[in-house]
């Protein structure tokens, strides 16, 4: 298996160690990986022809490109015909546009909030459209982006104003979104494993992590930041967050693995953003994981196998399936990808 990820740079510290951890976590399990640093496009060409790899498990989702723009990591893969992990790349391109992402939410009928966009190429509009803003607080995010990117919540326009300015020193367009349900809304991710009707859905409910801040969502950089998480046990909420989940990676095509985030305000979920590719292992994804008695390998195993059984044929799965694998999935998940396994929550 090879494990693409970029050069390492002093702000990217804390993903360098996830890199490490999520090639360690797989060799325990039996699969050979190499973690192969890269920067450009040939690179990952010359790693591809060297290596030969049966899967590629990129810990990135595009290369750094000019221009702002760089280039989706999974046409790469795509053209030159090697099965790797996670969305193909029109997904993956449509899901890192938080704005596109809802409106293809928004056409389903699913549930999203009131939201507008900040262009930087025209900050001579935004005053009036931030003097507009009265249904607070917002949250402000940057319009694309790769993965979760810096936060904001404002309970004022004055915090509004400050926000806007902080996000645009080292961002593009930024996304203004309300929030449901205001001070009592309560928050909820849920992470998925697997494809479309074979898919688990994984739901725990989410804490803010100092009494200052009532949104978990509203963090500080770096791990220190998670928020407490509590499990779900089964019933209505639990089932009416998976099957939205289910909706809500559907529409905009996620596959293998994917983090979805949710808030309940009265009586009504209202789907917030969702993460194609959340840089693994996570805490964030462990806790919700652990809900199915799923550890960190078992998880990673898991959508390695969700990957090889959409590209390869049975005997190959069996061929690179190591065993232990098998020995770290709990009970009823051993045949996870199995005919038994049905839609919605899945075997949890």
Known sequence: MLAPHLRPRADLAIQAKRDRALSSALGRLGFSVVLRKVGREDEVLEALDFYDPALVFSTLSFLPGTGGRGRNIHETLERSGYPYVGPSPDALSLSQSRPATLEAWRRLGLPVPDYFCLPRAKPGSTGARLAAARDFPYLLRVAQTCNEG?????????????????LWEGAGDILVEGLPGGESGREFSVAMIGEGSRSLFLPVERRPIHSRCRLSLHRTEGEAALPETLPLPPGRLRRELCDLAQAAFGAIGLRDYGRLDVVLAGSRLWVLGALAQPPLPDPLFSACAAGAGLTVEGYLGAIALSALRRQMPESGISRLTPPGLLAVLPPGLSDFFGSGLGAGEGAA
């Open 150 to 166: 810096p936060e904001v919540l404002a309970n004022s326009l004055a915090e509004l104003k400050a926000g806007v300015a902080k």
